[in-house]
């Protein structure tokens, strides 16, 4: 089974997403869009796949959520790279596949589906406590999670402790989405559909932390990369017959 990760390949860390599925699943392939030649290219390999992880990276243009006077307070830009995955989520709609967003992927589908960004946590929210690495380590801080989220169900848990790695996060949540899981300053950690309980939807799940990085064995790293496994086999079997 193929599963697409729109960025797995460049440093060691991209490299971790391919690792974390296999060990949910060592029969996945892992197909890396970022190589493909073009974005054309890349929706027709997506095609071929029964889902796709939005990975992290740099920072969303702030044009994309019609705030460009915030691009003094982005680093590390990539519009190549936002042009591509923008284009792949709305190929993934198209597709019904299942979805995973992690920290650039979940800022990335929030903007993609109208919501809004803090492009800079501190500054626009100086009274938070520190999202973003610390002497280039991930940081960790609590999150809550809702309890009657999907989350919850995946992860069976209300509460945790997770890695952090970022300096943006969701503002304005898109309305077709709901907050899933909070840290204990407000910042929202996970968002899924609105309306999930109630199904009709393909799977998809939007986390801020980077389950890749932390130990397999974490409620909200191992639980999460299985769950969405099974949702692409159920995918496959039902799309792809």
């Known amino acids: 089974m193929k599963i697409a990760v729109s960025k ?12 974390w599925l ?4 060592d029969s996945v392939e892992v197909v890396d869009l970022s190589t493909c030649a073009s974005v054309e290219d890349a929706k027709e390999k997506l095609k071929e796949c029964s889902g796709i992880v939005f990975s992290g990276g740099p920072d969303v243009h702030p044009s994309r959520y019609n705030m460009p006077e915030l691009l ?31 920290c ?25 406590q520190k999202h973003d690495r610390v002497d280039g380590y991930d940081s960790q801080h609590p999150i809550a999670v809702e309890p009657g989220s999907m989350i919850k ?3 069976r848990v209300l509460d945790d402790v997770v890695n952090s ?7 304005n949540i898109a309305g077709i989405f709901s907050p899933a899981a909070y840290s204990d300053d407000g910042i929202i950690e996970a968002f899924e559909w609105g309306d999930a309980t109630m199904g009709g939807k393909p799977f998809l799940l939007a986390v801020q932390w980077h389950p890749e990085r932390m130990s397999y064995s974490s409620a909200m790293s191992g639980p999460i990369a299985e769950h969405f496994v099974l949702e692409a086999q159920a995918y496959e079997s039902l799309m792809k017959a």
């Open 22 to 25: 296999k060990a949910a699943d």
């Open 72 to 102: 003094e307070l982005c680093t590390g830009l990539d519009e190549k790279r936002d042009e591509l995955e923008f284009a792949l989520v709305e190929e993934a709609r198209e597709l019904q596949m299942p979805v995973l967003g992690i």
């Open 8 to 19: 797995a390949s460049g440093n060691e860390n991209y490299g971790k997403y391919e690792e």
């Open 153 to 155: 169900r995946v992860c």
């Open 165 to 171: 790695a970022h300096h943006q996060s969701v503002k």
């Open 104 to 128: 650039r992927g979940a800022q990335l589908l929030n903007v993609a589906y109208g919501g809004t960004l803090y492009a800079d946590i501190r500054t626009q929210v100086p009274e938070v």
